[in-house]
T-cell receptor
Framework: VQLVQSGAEVKSPGSSVKVSCQASGGTFSSHPVSWVRQAPGGGLETLGRIISSINIVDYAQRFQGRVTLTVDQSATTAYMELSRLRFEDTAVYFCARERGGASVALASWGQGTRITVSS | DIQMTQSPSSLSASVGDRVTLTCQASKDIKKHLNWYQQISGKAPKLLIYDASNLEIGVPSRFSGSGSGTHFTLTISSLQPEDFATYFC????????FGGGTKVEIK
């Protein structure tokens, strides 16, 4: 499966951003999707994980109330919306689909979407 | 949250060297541990899942071991394409990553 994400964006502090992740050659119906970000020069940080088949979403505590993960009805496009943006939200945001089965391993990744928060 | 600590944060090695990277969990995560390789800020690539299972298409020079709180990733003979940053990820709770180990050319 290939995951293709939407393009880079520059946003103002306090605004929101919505990033899409489209799957080809597969769906998200039986494969949970995680959203992971990487600040410049930094490590990997999970924002949350969505299991669309059973409508379960799990958010990292530090993003609770600011991030919303969804998957469309066809289970081919996943979305991550981050609100009340801060300068420190500047990062590359990745979607990733799990390999399936009991493992929560992220086997397929999007190319990343650069979000810059700037005034 | 479960904290993951990787060591060393960076290392220098030569082609052909055997290298071992370590990942320590702040609590027992059984074998719920994956390893990824990231080259120059590109999307990470899954190498090892469930502590010791080699992902399809990954060269056999990569191996993983461990359970509980202590895990290792070993590259048996370092190749030029292996110079990268390696991250471990636990999934006992919401998945979290270690800080990474950067493998550089000596």
């Amino acid at each position: 499966v290939q995951l293709v994400q939407s393009g880079a964006e520059v946003k103002s502090p306090g605004s929101s951003v919505k990033v899409s992740c489209q799957a080809s050659g597969g769906t998200f119906s039986s494969h949970p999707v995680s959203w992971v970000r990487q600040a410049p020069g930094g490590g990997l940080e999970t924002l949350g994980r969505i299991i669309s088949s059973i409508n379960i979403v799990d958010y990292a505590q530090r993003f609770q109330g600011r991030v919303t993960l969804t998957v469309d009805q066809s289970a081919t496009t996943a979305y991550m919306e981050l609100s009340r943006l801060r300068f420190e939200d500047t990062a590359v945001y990745f979607c990733a689909r799990e390999r399936g089965g009991a493992s929560v391993a992220l086997a397929s990744w999007g190319q990343g979407t650069r979000i810059t928060v700037s005034s | 949250d479960i904290q993951m600590t990787q060591s060393p944060s960076s290392l220098s090695a030569s082609v052909g060297d055997r290298v071992t990277l370590t990942c320590q969990a702040s609590k027992d995560i059984k074998k719920h541990l994956n390893w990824y390789q990231q080259i120059s800020g590109k999307a990470p690539k899954l190498l090892i899942y469930d502590a010791s299972n080699l992902e399809i298409g990954v060269p056999s020079r990569f191996s993983g071991s461990g359970s509980g709180t202590h895990f290792t990733l070993t590259i048996s003979s370092l190749q030029p394409e292996d110079f990268a940053t390696y991250f471990c990820q636990q999934y006992e709770g919401l998945p979290t990553f270690g800080g990474g180990t950067k493998v550089e050319i000596k």
